[in-house]
């Protein structure tokens, strides 16, 4: 238990002024407060994620995202209006797959005109300016819910990176900008580059989900994409163990070398530390996503009265600029961007 009769070792010179250092006196109202901020959150710091869904001029709440609902590809592009409005440098699409079109090859992963290759195209010919990130995985479209290729209870390593290069040549020739490979598995960044290099999609990049855990705060967006049914077992195989950290820097530094332009480190809150050590050691463009469960529980306690929403997104924002990203993923984008903008 806490001894009280043992101080900490002064740093004072016996005879100096006390206290020597008051920290406060920069603390003491906003323009001090400013001037020694040492970092700040923009808006062209944000990436915002929405759902898109089939059908006309419609929008479905989430229950488990407050706040957040499915939009149709019209809605959609308004969306990207807003974004564009806002200053929002780039949204990030993923689609809602109806169960019935979910199949064990994950065909309609690489369709040209599936439901994200269409909200991409109507988004890039409605709002150039938008920067448009599709997700690279094949568990929208897959009948049991993993990112991967099953084969006998097995998620199949190779096959999927030649589905998930497919699929990243569809989105890339929809319009996509940057493309998002979340599906972890070995070597589809490489495979992907080359492809892309090879069919004329050169200005297209790549943000790697390379340090991404198998994490139960993914939940909300399982409902949201209509992924938590199909799911069988779960994504230990291919996604990170929560204990490492070491692994995460491996793996960026395999992502790099095979071409990515970004990384990213997956979920957010929880994994600040994998952060910094990610822009200490490679000093690339580095992005956090604060997840759907991260969202929820700030969008949920909110709801609730039991904390100041508006306080605790900001707060939780600025940390990921403070752990060293360059950016962020979060659902809170329009309603950071609102508040940024004054
Ligand atoms: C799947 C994917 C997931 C998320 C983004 N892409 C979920 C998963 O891995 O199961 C999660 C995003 C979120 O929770 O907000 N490829």
């Known amino acids: 238990s806490h001894d009280e009769s043992r101080q900490p070792m002064s740093l004072t010179p016996i005879n100096a002024p006390f206290p020597s250092t008051r920290l406060r006196r920069l603390r003491r109202n906003p ?73 064990e090859d994950c065909k309609l992963a690489w369709s040209a005109d599936n439901l994200s290759n269409r909200a991409t ?6 709002v150039p300016e938008v920067v448009v990130m599709t997700d690279v995985a094949l568990d929208p479209y897959n009948a049991n819910g993993h990112d991967g290729i099953v084969r006998d209870g097995v998620i199949v390593n190779d096959e999927t990176v030649e589905a998930l290069v497919k699929m ?8 996509s900008d940057i493309l998002g490979p979340s599906d972890m598995m070995d070597g589809r960044i490489g ?50 163990n929560p204990a490492n ?23 957010g809150m929880p994994y600040l530390d994998i952060c910094r050590r990610v822009k200490d050691q490679f000093g690339v463009p580095t992005y956090a996503y604060q997840v759907s469960g991260e969202y929820a529980m700030i969008a949920g306690a909110g709801a609730n009265g039991w904390i100041n929403e508006e ?11 403070r752990a060293g990203c360059d950016g962020i993923l979060t659902y809170f984008a329009p309603r950071a961007a609102k508040l940024l903008n004054g």
């Open 31 to 103: 323009a001090l407060r400013g001037l020694a901020a040492e970092n700040v959150l923009s808006v062209d710091d944000l990436i915002w994620p929405i759902f898109v869904m089939e059908g006309d001029n419609d929008a479905h709440p989430i229950p488990s995202m407050p706040g957040v609902s499915r939009l149709t590809i019209d809605r959609a592009v308004n969306a990207a209006k807003e974004a564009r409005d806002l200053g929002i440098p780039a949204i990030c699409i993923f689609p809602y797959v109806e169960g019935s079109f979910k199949t």
């Open 121 to 126: 195209a109507a988004i890039k010919s409605a």
């Open 168 to 175: 990243a040549l569809a989105q890339a020739a929809a319009g």
């Open 191 to 240: 495979a992907m580059r080359r492809a892309l290099e090879a069919d004329g999609f050169q200005d297209t990049a790549i943000l790697s989900y390379s340090a991404k855990y198998a994490s139960a705060f993914y939940g909300p967006f399982r409902d949201a994409v209509g992924a938590s049914g199909a799911l069988v077992g779960d994504k230990k195989t291919y996604q990170m």
């Open 245 to 267: 950290s070491d692994e995460a820097l491996r793996l960026v530094a395999r992502d790099l070398a095979e071409g990515a332009d970004m990384v990213m480190v997956k979920p």
């Open 311 to 321: 306080q605790v997104m900001m707060e939780s924002l600025i940390g990921f600029k």
